[in-house]
């Protein structure tokens, strides 16, 4: 009915409104009819139990308005969106969206009555969908949080299966959203968005529904602690099912059996890359059918693959040979009939970034210098780094204060496997008092298993120490990086999100040439 009922007053003014309801208890039941706002019908009839709202011609008398409405398609989307958002949230009642073309009536949309919110999800946005979901249900203060969040594979390039619902009201915020896909971290490839269904409930007082003349943000009056909450508990869920959010790298009972180190969320490292063996690597890749693969790629098929899924099985070297690479940027592999094309910096990004956090679990190694190296900064910069100190020393970064303006290093760690000169430094620790002041700007005190700080150490280690792109590299080096890549937890994305593999499959190849 709207805000206070307005929204279907407001309808009734622009449009002619047939309205049908009949009450469990009465025989009978009323149908009133309107007319640009006026009431021109009332009968008493007989109807089915329940609330009907026919709208026709929606703007008739108003033309000028009528222009503002976006295309037919997506003013069909949005309908649905909201249809699908409140069968979601309100399960136990029967939807149904049915749309009229020509003089055919199509069910657009069916809902049945479920006893739970998972049911329905099975029902509106289907299996796929619903299998790759994790349950989430809280109570934090005297609010309650429940619903469920998708699985690092179940992505999509906009926010399109995130749902959210607070006190029964469909709502957008900026701001939880965010605090959510940051717990993911780099599980998720740039620009792509997880499935979030949530329901919260809690006091009115703590919410301000008057910042859109829909209703449809709002803002928290006190949101830290509930952000920081949310967040803490979706983070535990992503860790308790990271075996099965990982890259399908081994099955749930292998992983209990193998493992004994903590699994951590951002990172899932529950192995050192070093020390995986080929079975795990031929566990991983037959395990890995749901892999993301909404990767944009400029070739006349869409079903190109990213991922490493079930028929592919890596036996040995030979399974991926090095045919070469593309302007020292790309390695070209042939992977039984699939073609690779790998992001040689973007790969070996990854498996610096999980060398790292694995590295944290224990102690980065550094190497020393003979001599420290002076950076010059200025006063506040440089003591910011010292402030952040504690935090360096963690991967083998030892700083101190400089006499004269700046800050000494007094070395580096050892996982720095380019050329260390005072430019490479400088433009490292640049990027990290970028980051470190980015952090400080966060939402509330949200704490992942590695702090944000942390984690942006980790992206600006991995990248600089990274082969870097367009440097000469020789097949060696490629076979080397791949057989590193197909290690990790999460190879299909870099420390910052970007693809780090695209594969074309003989069919896809030889479509390209018409054959």
Request: aromatic fraction near 8%; proline fraction near 4%; charge should be neutral.
């Amino acid at each position: 009915m709207g805000f206070r009922g307005e929204a279907l007053a407001s309808i009734s003014s622009i449009s002619y409104v047939d309205v049908e309801s009949k009450m469990s208890h009465n025989p009978k039941g009323k149908r009133l009819e309107f007319q640009g706002g006026k009431l021109i019908s009332d009968e008493t009839i007989s109807c089915k139990d329940g609330t009907f709202i026919h709208v026709y011609n929606i703007f008739y008398n108003t033309p000028v308005r009528k222009k503002f409405l976006k295309t037919s398609v997506t003013e069909r989307k949005r309908i649905s969106d909201l249809i699908i958002n409140y069968c979601l949230m309100y399960p136990k009642i029967h939807f149904q969206l049915i749309e009229k073309s020509n003089d055919d009536f199509q069910v657009r949309i069916e809902s049945p009555k479920r006893n739970d919110m998972l049911s329905t999800i099975y029902d509106v946005l289907g299996p796929e969908i619903a299998n790759q979901l994790m349950p989430l249900k809280k109570t934090i203060g005297h609010w309650k949080v429940s619903g469920y969040i998708s699985k690092p594979s179940l992505i999509r390039s906009d926010r399109s299966l995130q749902f959210i619902n607070i006190n029964g009201r469909p709502i957008r915020n900026q701001e939880l959203q965010s605090t959510i896909e940051d717990v993911y971290g780099s599980q998720l490839m740039r620009k792509t968005y997880p499935a979030i269904i949530l329901k919260l409930k809690g006091p009115y007082d703590a919410i301000d529904f008057n910042v859109h003349p829909q209703k449809s943000e709002i803002r928290f009056k006190t949101k830290d602690v509930l952000l920081s909450e949310i967040a803490l508990n979706i983070l535990k869920v992503l860790e308790e099912n990271a075996e099965l959010s990982k890259i399908q790298s081994l099955k749930l009972d292998r992983i209990k059996n193998k493992s004994n180190s903590k699994i951590s969320t951002n990172f899932s490292l529950s192995k050192n890359i070093q020390s995986s063996s080929k079975q795990d690597v031929k566990d991983f890749i037959n395990q890995s059918s749901n892999f993301p693969s909404s990767i944009d790629f400029p070739v006349p098929s869409s079903s190109i693959q990213t991922s490493l899924d079930d028929d592919y099985v890596y036996e040995n070297e030979e399974d991926h040979q090095v045919l070469g690479h593309i302007m020292n940027k790309f390695g070209i592999l042939q992977v039984e009939n699939e073609l690779w094309l790998v992001d040689i910096h973007a790969a070996d990004e990854r498996v610096k970034f999980e060398m790292y956090a694995n590295g944290l679990e224990r102690k980065v190694s550094s190497q020393q210098f003979l001599e420290p190296i002076n950076i010059p900064l200025i006063n506040s910069e440089a003591q910011i780094l010292i402030d952040h100190k504690h935090i360096l020393d963690k991967f083998g970064m030892k700083i101190s204060k400089s006499v004269n303006d700046g800050i000494l290093v007094h070395s580096m760690p050892i996982y720095y496997d380019q050329d260390i000169s005072i430019k490479s430094i400088t433009d490292m620790i640049s990027d990290m008092l970028a980051h470190i002041n980015d952090s400080s700007k966060d939402i509330g005190e949200i704490k992942t298993p590695l702090d944000r700080i942390e984690l942006n150490i980790i992206q600006r280690l991995s990248c600089h120490g990274a082969i870097r792109s367009g440097y000469p590299v020789s097949k060696e080096k490629i076979r080397y990086v791949v057989s590193n890549l197909l290690k990790c937890s999460f190879p299909w994305t870099c420390a910052h999100g970007r693809p780090t593999v695209m594969r074309i499959d003989k069919n896809q190849l030889e479509s390209l040439f018409y054959r």
